[in-house]
Nanobody, 126 residues
Framework: QVQLVESGGGLVQPGGSLRLSCAAS????????MGWFRQAPGKEREYVGA????????YYKEFAKGRFTIFRDNARNTVGLQMGDLQPEDTAVYYC???????????????????WGPGTQVTVSS
């Protein structure tokens, strides 16, 4: 049974930083690329970026480039998202998900769109 549990969210002032974590279980974590997504109130879920199974490749949406860093620890079955210079428009619930593949042009394919954790709320406000 696939389980994804995100953590590390909270309230942060504009310009601040947060480090999110996602603990995964129930599948061969080390064999999958992992993606981060977010969903703001009233909006569709949005792709943030991804990391390959061996951490040799990453991809970031334009809004995340230079501010966000995705990393993983296959020994601990975790994937992280370091976020800096946070702005109010980054306010959202953040999720991780296993990917079948992703590309440098922003393409990605979820392993199974049923596999979502509860997410972790990030609120950027002064």
């Amino acid at each position: 049974q696939v389980q994804l549990v995100e953590s590390g969210g909270g309230l942060v002032q504009p310009g601040g930083s947060l480090r999110l974590s996602c603990a995964a279980s129930g599948f061969a974590f080390g064999g999958y690329a992992m993606g981060w997504f977010r969903q703001a109130p009233g909006k569709e879920r949005e792709y943030v970026g991804a990391i390959s199974w061996a951490s040799t490749q990453t991809y970031y949406k334009e809004f995340a480039k230079g501010r966000f860093t995705i990393f993983r620890d296959n020994a601990r079955n975790t994937v992280g998202l370091q976020m800096g210079d946070l702005q109010p428009e980054d306010t959202a619930v953040y999720y991780c998900a296993p990917l079948k593949r992703f590309g440098s042009n922003g393409f990605y394919e979820l392993d199974d769109d049923r596999y979502w954790g509860p997410g972790t709320q990030v609120t950027v406000s002064s």
